[in-house]
């Protein structure tokens, strides 16, 4: 997902990995969940692979207690969790920008009466309904 290598990222600092911005938000992420016991979210966020290309991303950093060390409460390391949402996001969009193309459509036929018998369906099926009820070609169901 990174665009990175295991060799690349194993035993290295997030500033050996990333650029500044990148690296001091990870860092930052990092120390608060150890501080703190408490996992960090950052949803929809953006995350930068090594090749330049921008992901949409949930991430989640968990702290991870020692087992050995059981009576203290603090972690000892974290986990980080990044989930990859660009192809949804990718697709939220396309669905919002049919539907803003569409809707003009759907107005116009139900200002000039044809949506009159409107069921709760999405509008292009009503589009399409309402185009052959004004064809004169209505189809029994």
């Known amino acids: ?14 500033h050996e990995v990333y650029g ?15 501080a703190d016991g408490h996992q960090i979210e950052r949803p929809r966020d953006v995350m930068l692979r090594a090749d330049g290309r921008t992901l949409i991303v949930n991430q989640r950093v968990v702290p991870v207690f020692d087992g050995a060390q059981a009576e203290q409460q603090s972690a000892s390391y974290v986990m980080s969790i990044v989930d990859d949402l660009t192809d949804e996001v990718r697709a939220e969009t396309a669905l919002r920008r049919d539907r803003n193309a569409l809707s003009p459509v759907c107005r116009e036929h139900r200002s000039a009466g044809v949506h009159r018998q409107c069921r709760p369906d999405p509008c292009a099926v009503r589009s399409i309904r309402a185009m052959r009820n004004w064809s004169g070609r209505r189809r029994r169901s």
């Open 20 to 34: 500044r911005q990148f690296a001091d938000l990870y860092r930052e992420m990092d120390r608060r969940a150890i």
């Open 1 to 14: 997902m990174t665009g990175l290598t295991r060799h690349q990222v194993i035993g290295r600092t997030w």
